[in-house]
């Protein structure tokens, strides 16, 4: 037992000191309540003493206000000073005697013997008040009490003697079994009432130790998650170098959004020798998040890095599937490259598994050819061979004044808030050829806050990238 059931004492004398400091700041305004409530009654009574007992009644008010009041005016004063926290429990156990004898004196020094008999009741409230009120601990309660019994004992024995009188004797008896019986509950009040007052410490500060535990884990976790988020902006700055910053020319217009702060997206332009040929590719990684984006600079750097890939777009997908079906896990990226020529107006392309761009024109939208070649890092260059499924070339001609729009399905499986079954696909082409007349910032900036409003909101499930180039 962390402390003794019998002595209500904690084994932990440190625990012990503890208690009695907490006990003494809890206790210290209930004290000063029972004080000033004990002169109030203690004088009040005096009005009693006037009338049951008139001729002992200048005795009987000296030990009233002379005596028992000024001390418990002396004690409610010295509660105001430091040095009370010492002597709070002796300074209330000696109080406590001196309210209990005063009336146990009232009994010895009355006149009229039957007056005396009456007394026994305000024995009883002071009782009633040391064990229940004044915050005195059980020990000293209980040793006050059965102190001020004895002193009763004592003085209705020897100066009212009442064991002489049939009448008083049965008034003495009757006296006892209320007087004791009544000491008898507050020993038990008193007991359990520092018992659970005990227990409410050891709670509280079991409480506490946690709260404190709770609150170092919670700062260690702030300073975890401050540290996440510095790594996800120095994360979003390096993807923001990843993404161009701008255009190869006029006609074309990007926008990237990423659901976290850094996203699986990507988007990149390839300038040629050949000032007329202009390669883009975009691509959408499964995930989301730092995974994502990490998949999306090995993206970047194996575009870079294979040149010579960049005039076919096949064998640019293919090259892009080696890398990364090997270091990917079950991530697989949807990717789609190809190289427009504004002296012709061609676009050759390769599509592994990604929403093909549509084109635009005057009263339609039409999709380009819908690859059936899978994602990138789903099979392996041989398995795709040998399945007979290899990343090919398509050739398209665009039509003059026509739009092409490249995306991501962020933009088209967007869901309004309210009304979950509803995509941004709903009314799609529409919504494009409403936009026609504008140029490609325009038209992207405009087709991105339709989303915006769709959506009830401007943060996503998914990623989104657009690329829209105006065919001149």
């Known amino acids: 037992m962390i402390f003794s059931i019998r002595r209500l004492k904690f084994s932990d004398p440190q625990l012990e000191s503890d208690f009695r400091d907490d006990y003494y700041r809890k206790s210290l305004m209930t004290t000063r309540i029972a004080l000033i409530l004990g002169i109030a009654l203690y004088s009040i009574f005096g009005i009693l003493d006037m009338l049951i007992a008139p001729l002992s009644k200048s005795k009987i008010l000296f030990i009233r206000f002379a005596i028992v009041s000024p001390g418990l005016l002396a004690v409610f004063i010295l509660s105001f000073f430091d040095v009370f926290k010492k002597i709070m429990q002796p300074a209330l156990m000696v109080i406590s005697l001196i309210a209990g004898l005063g009336i146990v ?70 006296n006892n079994f209320f007087f004791i019986s009544s000491n008898v509950i507050g020993m038990f009040a008193g007991y359990l009432i520092e018992f659970y007052t005990r227990k409410d410490f050891l709670q509280r500060r079991e409480i506490a130790e946690k709260s404190e535990e709770l609150q170092v884990e919670r700062n260690k976790l702030k300073k975890r998650i401050a540290i996440m988020n510095d790594e996800l902006d120095m994360a979003r700055n390096i993807q923001q170098r990843l993404i161009p910053s701008g255009t190869p020319n006029v006609n074309i217009f990007s926008l990237y959004k990423p659901m976290e702060a850094v996203g699986g997206d990507f988007m990149e332009f390839i300038k040629f020798n050949d000032e007329k040929k202009i390669g883009i590719f975009i691509s959408d990684v499964s995930g989301h998040g730092v995974p994502a984006a990490l998949i999306t600079s090995m993206i970047k750097s194996s575009i870079q890095e294979s040149k010579k890939n960049h005039t076919d777009p096949s064998l640019m997908l293919l090259h892009l599937n080696q890398v990364l079906s ?9 990717a789609f490259y190809g190289i427009y020529n504004t002296n012709d107006r061609s676009l050759v392309y390769s599509n592994a598994g990604h ?21 990138l890092a789903v099979m392996s ?92």
Not at 123 to 144: E, N, Q
Not at 355 to 375: A, C, D, E, F
């Open 355 to 375: 929403h093909p761009p549509v084109v635009i024109l005057k009263n339609k939208v039409i999709t380009l050819q819908r690859s059936r070649s899978v994602p």
């Open 381 to 472: 260059n041989i398995d795709m061979i040998e399945a007979g499924n290899v990343y090919s070339n398509s050739r398209a001609i665009l039509p003059k004044n026509s739009k092409i729009l490249f995306y991501t399905d962020g933009l088209v499986e967007a869901r309004n808030i309210d009304k979950r079954g509803i995509d941004f696909s709903h009314n799609f082409d529409k919504r494009l050829l409403d936009l026609k007349k504008f140029k490609s910032k325009d038209f992207t900036e405009i087709l991105f806050s339709e989303l915006v409003k769709f959506r009830g909101s401007e943060s996503f499930d998914d990623d989104i990238c657009i690329i829209c180039m105006d065919i001149i």
């Open 326 to 334: 090997t270091h990917t896990d079950e991530i697989f990226v949807t």
């Open 105 to 174: 004196a009232m009994v010895g020094i009355t006149v009229e013997t039957e007056a005396g008999l009456y007394y026994y009741a305000g024995l009883m409230l002071v009782l009633m008040w040391t064990y229940t009120f004044v915050k005195l601990r059980f020990f000293y309660a209980a040793l006050v009490c059965w102190t001020i019994v004895f002193g009763y004992e004592v003085t209705t024995i020897f100066f009212q003697d009442m064991l002489s009188n049939p009448h008083l004797l049965n008034s003495f008896i009757n």
